[in-house]
């Protein structure tokens, strides 16, 4: 919380990512429904879902249902407390709208006509806790079927910084070894001396390091993954998946190549698993992106699952509100393929970037990190 230094009055304060799960709220109550996106993230406007009301549990054991309609009902535990005309949410999205956009701050910001509304329909936090990658939780209609399932979205946001699908960590690191075929002594040791300047401060110049390796013509091996969790996780989605990754990431460190679709072209032209058809490479590769946005975590065992029951809602640039879901599955695949990057994360953090030696061989760690582009 922040407090107001004339008033002393503590507002509500977050970042674009987290109000925009707010605008989700209010701008999903005020329409009623929720749109398709394909995979350039337009609308489609032949599938769209009937939301027959939203889900909130600020507090363990206190449900509260906001149930759609011109007048939105709120209940508590089942009982109605208020009801509130749908054009005030209406009004109250495009107001936070432009607070997001007008923010010119990268950090924490208060809202507060937004806050002052949150108030008026009993919602007093900006995210409702979830054990698991829900964001918002909402009663829909299939309109071709009848069915009526209560599901989660996990919600990103084009309004503020692109957001990081997958995190790094120590447990996202992948140990290569160096191949020394032309007997090069313990000199191989001092690329940890190359460092890169910026902003008169030091950093750990990973891919100065290994372009130095191959200039001594050197070579990299993939020798294993540092979190076993992890690696299992990915034989889920396919047996040779850690390798797979592990050949992206030379493409990355090595190669310079940063996004992903860059690096499936790269796959498919090497072809480093010898596969007869090289759209494998797309298509597990795909898979993977969506298990980890939907549900999949590196140090969490996974039973395959998505938590993310419903699938994915997009805030755009222009504020509209866009799912992916079960139906357009293979939309949501195509557009964390043609959206996503990698990126260095702290190698002092997570332990990466470092030669080092082990039994007579030397070894490097490299880190896997995957943002929205």
């Known amino acids: 919380m922040k407090i107001n230094n004339q008033d002393k009055t503590k507002y509500l304060t977050g970042n674009k990512g987290e109000w925009s799960e707010i605008y989700v709220l209010l701008k999903l109550l005020a329409e009623g429904r929720i749109y398709a996106a394909d995979e350039r993230l337009e609308r489609v406007e032949d599938i769209y879902f009937p939301i027959l009301k939203i889900i909130r549990e600020e507090i363990k054991g206190e449900i509260k249902e906001y149930q759609t309609g011109s007048q939105v009902k709120i209940y508590m535990d089942g009982k109605i407390i208020k009801e509130i005309p749908v054009e005030e949410f209406d009004k109250q999205a495009e107001v936070l709208l432009k607070e997001i956009k007008h923010e010119k701050s990268r950090g924490a910001f208060s809202a507060k006509e937004t806050e002052s509304f949150m108030k008026k329909i009993h919602c007093f936090k900006l995210s409702a806790p979830a054990s698991d990658k829900s964001d918002i939780t909402m009663e829909i209609k299939d309109i071709h079927t009848g069915f009526k399932p209560t ?162 809602i997009i805030v755009t640039n222009a504020g509209n509100v866009l799912a992916y879901h079960i139906y357009n599955r293979n939309y949501f695949e195509d557009y964390l393929l043609q959206n996503t990057k990698y990126e260095t994360a702290s190698t002092s953090r997570h332990g990466f970037g470092e030669l080092y030696r082990e039994n007579g061989e030397n070894f490097i760690k490299l880190n896997l990190q995957v943002r929205f582009v």
């Open 151 to 312: 599901v989660g979205f996990s919600i990103k946001s084009e309004l503020g910084s692109p957001p990081t699908l997958l995190n790094a960590g120590k447990t996202t690191n992948f140990t290569y070894k160096i191949l020394n075929e032309n007997n090069i002594a313990d000199e191989v040791m001092e690329v940890n001396n190359i460092y890169r300047i910026s902003n008169e401060k030091e950093y750990t110049d990973v891919r100065g390091r290994i372009n130095k390796l191959m200039e001594q013509r050197l070579r990299l091996e993939y020798h294993d993954m540092d979190n076993m969790t992890f690696k299992n996780n990915l034989v889920l989605i396919d047996s040779m998946m850690d390798r797979i990754i592990a050949e992206t990431l030379l493409y990355f460190y090595r190669d310079g190549i940063t996004y992903c679709r860059d690096m499936i072209r790269e796959l498919e032209k090497k072809n480093p698993m010898r596969y007869g058809n090289v759209h494998a490479y797309s298509y597990k590769f795909k898979k993977f992106l969506a298990s980890v946005a939907l549900g999949m975590r590196p140090a969490t065992n996974w039973d395959g699952k998505d938590e993310a029951t419903g699938g994915y």
